[in-house]
């Protein structure tokens, strides 16, 4: 039997990196991104602490930066993004409570079916987290789409309007 983080790592190669450069999706270490007109996507894996081999808890952290924020268009960075948000920003309220997910994200034990583990995965990026960002392709969407977020919506029109796209 595969240990939980043996189960993280074959989801990661054999499903999330794939379908992340099929989305024209780059990637450094644990961090992917995809560069548009105005700003660049970023999808990052981040595990916690507190893992182990056999219980791993993991989430993706999702944020977008505006162009002419990145420090290095060659390489940017996470850290350049005027938005951060968790993965679960992009799911439905059903999908928030899926089976191989808690409150910090998702998890995985050496008992979790990893098909199963990995069509869940299916679901929540190919018909949700995917999607959204595609269509989340200017500054001026991504205003409209972030803007009932209290803290994080105001900050990013601020983004804008400072580096003047709108």
């Not at 059903?94 to 995965?121: A, C, V, W």
């Not at 949700?128 to 209290?150: M, N």
């Amino acid at each position: 039997m595969l240990t939980a983080k043996e189960k993280q790592n074959t989801f990661i190669k054999t499903y999330f990196k794939p379908i992340l450069k099929q989305h024209g999706y780059l990637t450094n270490g644990q961090t992917w991104w995809k560069s548009r007109d105005e700003l660049v996507t970023f999808i990052n894996l981040q595990n916690f602490s507190w893992n182990t081999k056999n219980d791993v808890h993991f989430c993706f952290n999702i944020a977008i930066a505006l162009n002419p924020n990145v420090k290095n268009h060659s390489k940017p960075s996470f850290f350049d993004s005027s938005i951060q948000l968790r993965e679960k920003s992009f799911l439905t309220e059903i999908r928030k409570s899926q089976f191989h997910r808690n409150k910090t994200g998702y998890h995985i034990l050496p008992s979790t079916p990893l098909e199963d583990f990995i069509n869940e995965m299916r679901t929540d990026f190919e018909q949700h987290v995917l999607p959204t960002l595609e269509q989340l392709d200017t500054s001026s969407k991504c205003v409209t789409f972030f803007e009932g977020l209290d803290f994080w919506g105001d900050r990013f029109k601020n983004a804008v309007r400072e580096a003047g796209l709108m």
